[in-house]
């Protein structure tokens, strides 16, 4: 009986610990994915890059479905994206970004990516490109 009874307590016990594990690691976090880990709702969608109100000046904007920490890095190189551009519009963490990127040549390229909650994102997995010319 004494051996039966040690085989029922560890199988509950197993579920339990396995339960709670799980609990605890998925606590807060929207969008679970088990096997990625990924928190969904802070993928921008909506971008949108347009002329600033300023001259020399752009404005890009997005949307996350949740209160997400975003930035943009930005530059004139593709593999040089050494400057990086701020939302001072809204709060820290917010639904709605919207960065302004000032005194821009108008003949030259940019390359941007957006920073959401520490992941970068571009376009098919490369950096978005834009040229006050083209706007």
Sequence with gaps: ??????II????????VVIS???I???????????????RDCVPYNVFVSKGEAEYSVEISWATKAK???FIIYGNERENLNFV????KNS??????????EKLVSSDKYYFLINSEEKSYGFNGSQIEFSLGNL
Excluded at 1 to 6: D, I, N, R, V
Excluded at 92 to 101: D, Q, T
């Design 9 to 16: 307590t560890a199988i509950v016990s197993f579920f339990v």
């Design 85 to 88: 551009g701020v939302d001072l």
């Design 92 to 101: 820290v963490k917010s639904k709605e970004h919207s960065v302004v990127l």
């Design 25 to 39: 690691l998925t606590k807060g976090v929207s969008s679970f994915d088990i096997l990625s880990y990924i928190k």
């Design 21 to 23: 594990t799980g609990i």
């Design 68 to 70: 997400c920490v975003g």
């Design 1 to 6: 009986m004494s051996k039966k009874l040690f």
